[in-house]
């Protein structure tokens, strides 16, 4: 675990402080939060996920020896209400997205499937590779739509073009699909718009999606083009390194 903060709780009729942390690795997405209480109403450390909002699996196969610690922790999980869980939620956002910040391009574990951009023709999600980079968003009357967008990063092709989907992922239910508003082929340097080839308007219209974006976020198409350099250049490393890696082991040993 890493980076640390310290943070006051409820426990019981008492007050208590935590060094929380998160996990190092940077746009690791797992959820695991370790909290480290040197209270004497408290001496209890404990590793728990904010997503199932139980106690990491490896700590809870691994019973405390002390009846009294594995007491205190199972008390601790049970005093946990919802307003508390959700302020744990925010705490690890804020601590991953402090985290993604400050690390360096190279810091950003993403296996890339090389045959399938460069041979296929796959699109990467930029979300999916900074996943705490903060979002594009819009509003649409009541409703906040998510950007997603959807980038090539294959080497021989110079194109400007990029997927765009409006989701609304405020509204949607974990275990369901976000609805998606619409998805559109966008040229960020000549900034126009087009429907994706076979596909009809979405529950928006393009050309409504399109003046909500150009009003609320003029810096659109510019951010768009920092994603695909930022993506390319992390693409960039992984190939080379890739490719370094293949070499060294093709080496023969001297005799």
């Given at each position: 675990m890493d980076s640390h903060e310290l943070q006051e709780f409820e426990f019981g009729d008492k007050r208590v402080t935590a060094k929380i942390s998160v996990c190092p690795v940077v746009n690791c997405n797992c959820g695991d939060m370790s909290l480290e209480f040197n209270s004497p109403d408290l001496p209890l450390e404990i590793d728990?996920?904010?997503?199932s909002r139980e106690i990491t699996a490896d700590q809870d196969d691994s019973l405390s020896e002390d009846e009294n610690d594995h007491l205190a922790e199972q008390q601790f999980m049970d005093s946990i209400s919802e307003k508390q869980w959700e302020k744990f939620f925010r705490c690890y956002m804020d601590m991953k997205q402090r985290q993604a910040a400050k690390a360096g391009l190279e810091d950003h574990y993403y296996i890339f499937d090389f045959n399938r951009i460069e041979k296929e023709g796959e699109l990467t999600t930029y979300c999916d590779v900074f996943?705490?980079?903060?979002?594009?968003?819009?509003?649409?009357?009541r409703e906040t739509l998510t950007v997603i967008d959807y980038h090539c990063l294959n080497p021989a092709c110079g194109c400007h073009d990029t997927v765009v989907e409006f989701v609304n992922l405020r509204d949607c239910p974990e275990d369901e699909e976000p609805q998606s508003y619409g998805i559109f082929m966008l040229d960020y340097q000549k900034q126009t718009w087009d429907l994706m080839p076979g596909e009809e308007e979405g529950v928006i219209p393009m050309a409504v999606l399109r003046n909500l974006v150009e009003n609320q976020n003029p810096d659109f198409c510019r951010e768009l083009a920092k994603h695909h350099k930022k993506l390319k250049e992390l693409y960039q490393i992984r190939r080379m390194q890739a490719k370094s890696g293949s070499k060294k082991s093709g080496k023969k040993k001297r005799r």
């Open positions: 728990l996920n904010i997503f996943p705490f980079d903060v979002p594009m968003e819009i509003e649409s009357g």
